[in-house]
């Protein structure tokens, strides 16, 4: 088995990039790709680490598209797999992204604790995340740890929807590549565009809006994922359905497209209660990455 979707303490992941390897090794993969939120900062000592182990590494990255609510593209990512890291292009661009999530972030825990009332600074988060990239699990982890009382019952997937895009909280980015521009940035390094997780989003016509996606250049799409494990479907009767459901319909979907398959656990190290390798991806994949 494979694993193309992995997080590493570079973003919001806790393994550093050579545990990830090592992890790897342990479950007898043959393949695992560094697919970090929004940054390349773990690649070199991925690679570098890689190099030394009898298993095959990949670059990658997960990108942040900018919400597009009447192309229905809310919350989307998109995996570039195979990318070369050095690509000036894409270390401009990434910087640029960086710093537009960054003051994002600061300003959602502005408005959580002006206008709601929650006891968190940006300061706070930003000592949790320590060098890594700032996302919302490091939010929902210092609400958690910081307001026990006002956050008692509520479901993490209750706090992410207070700070996700149409909850209370949430806050725009300035900066931020759509669509096509993602697709681009990825392509002018080298990479394969992946459709990332596409069963967590909420699309009116999927025979639709995968033929909008080929137009905008996506070249692959994730077929297995762990459904079951991550939001919407974690802690919800829809999980078991999700899990059983979506791989089969996006495998149908690929074939009938002619698109890349890929796919992966969406690994973040102890978190989410979810396995290196858990998504079951077929060593078939591989030949379309190296």
């Given at each position: 088995?494979?694993?193309?979707?992995?997080?590493?303490?570079?973003?919001?992941g806790?393994?550093?990039?050579?545990?990830?390897i090592?992890?790897?090794?342990?479950?007898?993969l043959?393949?695992i790709a560094?697919?970090?939120?929004d940054?390349?900062?773990?690649?070199?000592?991925?690679?570098?680490y890689g190099?030394?182990k009898?298993?095959?590494?990949?670059?990658?990255i997960?990108?942040?598209i900018?919400?597009?609510?009447?192309r229905?593209?809310?919350?989307?990512?998109i995996?570039?797999?195979?990318?070369?890291?050095?690509?000036?292009?894409?270390?401009?661009?990434?910087?640029?992204?960086?710093?537009?999530?960054?003051e994002?972030?600061?300003?959602?825990?502005?408005r959580l604790?002006?206008?709601?009332g929650?006891?968190?600074?940006?300061e706070?988060v930003?000592?949790i995340?320590?060098?890594?990239i700032?996302?919302?699990?490091?939010?929902?982890?210092?609400l958690?740890?910081?307001?026990?009382?006002?956050?008692?019952?509520?479901?993490?997937?209750?706090l992410?929807?207070?700070?996700s895009?149409?909850?209370?909280?949430?806050?725009n980015?300035?900066v931020?590549?759509?669509?096509?521009?993602?697709?681009?940035?990825?392509?002018?390094?080298?990479?394969?565009?992946?459709?990332a997780?596409?069963?967590?989003?909420?699309?009116?016509?999927?025979?639709e809006f995968?033929?909008?996606?080929?137009?905008?250049?996506?070249?692959g799409i994730?077929?297995?994922?762990?459904?079951?494990?991550?939001?919407p479907?974690?802690?919800?009767?829809?999980?078991?359905?999700a899990?059983?459901?979506?791989?089969?319909?996006?495998?149908?979907?690929?074939?009938?497209?002619?698109?890349?398959?890929?796919?992966?656990?969406?690994?973040?190290?102890?978190k989410?209660?979810?396995?290196?390798?858990?998504?079951?991806?077929?060593?078939?994949?591989l030949k379309?990455?190296?």
């Amino acid at each position: 088995m494979i694993d193309l979707h992995l997080h590493s303490s570079a973003s919001d992941g806790s393994d550093t990039p050579s545990q990830l390897i090592e992890h790897a090794l342990k479950f007898k993969l043959k393949a695992i790709a560094i697919t970090d939120h929004d940054t390349i900062g773990g690649i070199e000592e991925f690679l570098s680490y890689g190099e030394l182990k009898q298993i095959i590494v990949i670059p990658g990255i997960e990108v942040s598209i900018r919400h597009d609510p009447l192309r229905e593209l809310i919350d989307v990512h998109i995996i570039g797999l195979n990318i070369d890291y050095s690509s000036t292009k894409l270390i401009n661009s990434i910087n640029e992204q960086i710093k537009g999530r960054l003051e994002q972030k600061k300003a959602i825990c502005r408005r959580l604790r002006d206008e709601f009332g929650y006891n968190i600074s940006f300061e706070d988060v930003k000592a949790i995340a320590g060098s890594k990239i700032i996302g919302r699990p490091h939010i929902v982890e210092m609400l958690r740890k910081n307001n026990p009382r006002k956050v008692e019952g509520k479901s993490t997937n209750e706090l992410f929807k207070l700070i996700s895009i149409g909850g209370a909280a949430y806050v725009n980015r300035k900066v931020e590549l759509n669509l096509e521009e993602s697709i681009e940035l990825i392509k002018s390094a080298g990479g394969i565009p992946i459709l990332a997780h596409p069963g967590i989003y909420k699309i009116s016509d999927w025979i639709e809006f995968i033929k909008f996606c080929i137009e905008a250049g996506i070249e692959g799409i994730e077929v297995e994922y762990t459904y079951a494990k991550n939001r919407p479907y974690y802690e919800t009767d829809k999980a078991d359905w999700a899990q059983n459901y979506f791989p089969d319909y996006f495998r149908k979907i690929a074939n009938d497209f002619n698109l890349i398959k890929s796919g992966g656990s969406d690994y973040h190290g102890g978190k989410k209660h979810i396995m290196m390798g858990e998504a079951k991806v077929p060593d078939s994949y591989l030949k379309k990455f190296i």
